[in-house]
């Protein structure tokens, strides 16, 4: 798939509609779009606080990047590792980093989240973590105060490859200097040189990619949302680097806006969609009516079967009114975790029936606990572990026994 580069104009669309971008708005700290009546979310990855980290016993433990390998996982293997044409049952696991965890609490959070997944019958993760900015026109990219050091990514991915999950590496950009109570967000950054932050932006990415093939990580995401910046020339230089770095598949994650708007002008071997397409159905609506809400909006691009595609991000706010804006982060309307629940059983349907690649849920955070309920007077209504409807979705979505997109004779 990899030597096989694609410009991603390759989606070829049947169908295709002009998308208008309108001026976006905030509620709470979450920036989101106003169309035709409808909340239309602009989505936001890392940008809130988790809470207090939950440091391990034993103070600090002294440096974090210790270059010894990590024990071996304690994780039960999966019943079948992930093996190239299967589809990829994920989730999201985001990371941001306290640099004052020692690895070995690193090395046990890795553990304790692979047993969940494992658990859950996934056989594929993707570790997204931050990076920084300094503004809608910096050209300067930097790894922050909660970026993971390579060397302890690469920990992660080796816990992950010992359970037998396929992994992708997700660096993405944090956006709490994108100014987003005016708009901001990593979709319209304009840097003011090109050349500076594409230089810039290398320099950040290069020991990653050395650190992901180093570890057989599967994929790595080059970049995720960031619509103002595709289709740009410089892209072609930075992927061949990329492709000569990292032996796995260079991917991009699109958002949803600028998939469903037009072509994807970017020199990847694979096109991801962070897909949070909003549907105006009541609570109560059914799992078809709401399989209708999503292919009508994936019609608007193309039309019957979309083999080379994979849900990067699939997530919603289990609470009233999750269908009209499903990536709402700050919302605190009434639990309801039915929405939740129905809306994966639905998007599962869509990936089997129009042999998709696979499907990530947004999403577990690192230093949390998986196996324990959500706090819903602090917790994101988007957090899905510890859910007893939705982990029951994702368990039947994972052994739903779809057999992956090269099942599709058209493929």
């Not at 509609?17 to 989505?43: H, K, M, N, T, Y």
């Not at 809400?293 to 849900?311: A, F, R, V, Y």
Request: glycine fraction near 8%.
């Amino acid at each position: 798939m990899k030597r096989t580069r694609l410009p991603l104009l390759a989606v070829l669309p049947v169908t295709v509609i002009a998308f208008v971008v309108a001026v976006p708005f905030v509620a709470g700290d979450q920036p989101l779009r106003w169309e035709s009546g409808s909340l239309l979310p602009s989505l936001v990855l890392g940008d809130e606080d988790t809470g207090p980290s939950k440091a391990p016993s034993g103070g600090d433990g002294g440096s974090t990047h210790a270059a010894s390998a990590p024990p071996e996982s304690t994780a039960a293997r999966v019943d079948e590792e992930w093996k190239k044409g299967m589809p990829q049952w994920g989730m999201q696991l985001y990371w941001e980093d306290n640099p004052k965890h020692p690895t070995e609490y690193v090395d046990k959070q890795a553990r304790l989240q692979s047993d969940y997944l494992v658990g859950m019958h996934a056989n594929s993760v993707s570790v997204s973590f931050p990076f920084y900015t300094g503004g809608l026109t910096s050209t300067k990219i930097t790894a922050g105060g909660k970026t993971p050091a390579p060397e302890r990514i690469a920990r992660v991915l080796r816990i992950f490859h010992q359970a037998g999950l396929r992994t992708t590496v997700r660096p993405i950009m944090d956006e709490k200097s994108l100014h987003v109570t005016n708009g901001g967000w990593r979709g319209n950054i304009d840097p003011a040189g090109r050349d500076a932050w594409f230089a810039s932006y290398k320099k950040f990415l290069t020991p990653y990619l050395k650190a992901a093939d180093e570890t057989h990580a599967a994929s790595f995401v080059i970049a995720t949302e960031l619509n103002s910046m595709e289709g740009d020339p410089h892209w072609n230089a930075l992927v061949d680097d990329a492709e000569k770095q990292f032996s796995g598949e260079v991917a991009y994650d699109s958002n949803w806006d600028a998939y469903v708007g037009g072509p994807v002008d970017m020199p990847v071997s694979h096109l991801g969609i962070d897909a949070y397409f909003p549907v105006k159905v009541p609570d109560d609506a059914s799992v078809d009516t709401l399989v209708d809400g999503w292919n009508d909006w994936l019609d608007k691009k193309s039309t019957g079967p979309l083999p080379k595609i994979t849900i990067a991000e699939a997530g919603i706010t289990a609470m009233n009114g999750g269908y009209r804006a499903p990536g709402d982060f700050y919302s605190k309307r009434a639990v309801n975790p039915e929405v939740q629940a129905n809306w994966f059983t639905a998007v599962c349907e869509v990936v089997r029936e129009r042999h998709m690649k696979g499907v990530y849920w947004w999403s577990i955070y690192f230093d949390d606990d998986p196996n324990t309920k959500p706090d819903d007077k602090v917790a994101s209504r988007l957090d899905f572990a510890g859910r007893p409807l939705t982990e029951k979705a994702i368990k039947s979505c994972f052994t739903s026994g779809y057999a992956g997109p090269g099942t599709d004779p058209a493929n």
